[in-house]
T-cell receptor, first 111, second 114 residues
């Protein structure tokens, strides 16, 4: 039981490049979330998926898109990366009214 | 909207010292409150939680009490260890269809020296 996995662990992009961050969970959780972590700002919600087939914007969705591919997988796409998107990205999942399980994070640098 | 404010960090303590990290919140409705811990290079782990007023969450020697009258959820530990060095986040969610949409404080870095 791997929990929540994220790929890649590290990535460097040039401004304007695109990439997809992958997230998968093997706990049969319904809801999945993408957060970004910036120094001094805690974690902020980018997008979430309350259940398979649904996605909704969080606090900071601009510049991102998501896909809930199936119950296990929830990907985050940057279509045209900007330096302001340099951050650590965390994926998380939850069943119902219980704790969120976080992945190990993806450290993204945009130059 | 919802917000969480944590005490300014970083916090540096000697082993066996008493720890308090302050957390206050504003929220619509009746929030559930959490403390998460992030060890170096890792994701966040739930440390403890409280779902209603006057509840006390506890785990691994850490405690926090949900104080509705002061809108606070301060984290305490009586005797810290070097292994407690990490970043601590206070967070809340307001339930219903929003459950799981966490609002986080900015995090407090704790360093414990031998």
């Amino acid at each position: 039981n791997a929990g929540v996995t994220q790929t890649p662990k590290f990535q460097v992009l040039k401004t304007g490049q695109s990439m997809t961050l992958q997230c998968a969970q093997d706990m049969n959780h319904n809801s999945m979330y993408w957060y970004r972590q910036d120094p001094g700002m805690g974690l902020r919600l980018i997008y979430y998926s309350a259940s398979e087939g649904t996605t909704d914007k969080g606090e900071v969705p601009n510049g991102y898109n998501v896909s809930r591919l199936n119950k296990r997988e929830f990907s985050l796409r940057l279509e045209s990366a900007a330096p302001s998107q340099t951050s650590v990205y965390f994926c998380a999942s939850i069943v119902t009214s219980s704790e969120q399980y976080f992945g190990p994070g993806t450290r993204l640098t945009v130059t | 909207g919802n917000s969480v404010t944590q005490m300014e960090g970083p916090v540096t303590l000697s082993e066996e010292a008493f720890l308090t990290i302050n957390c206050t919140y504003t929220a619509t409705g009746y929030p559930s409150l959490f403390w998460y811990v992030q060890y170096p290079g890792e994701g966040l782990q739930l440390l403890l939680k409280a779902t209603k007023a006057d509840d006390k969450g506890s785990n691994k020697g850490f405690e926090a009490t949900y104080r509705k009258e002061t809108t606070s959820f301060h984290l305490e530990k009586g005797s810290v260890q070097v292994s407690d060095s990490a970043v601590y986040f206070c967070a809340l969610t307001t339930g219903g269809t929003s459950y799981g949409k966490l609002t986080f404080g900015q995090g407090t870095i704790l360093t414990v020296h031998p």
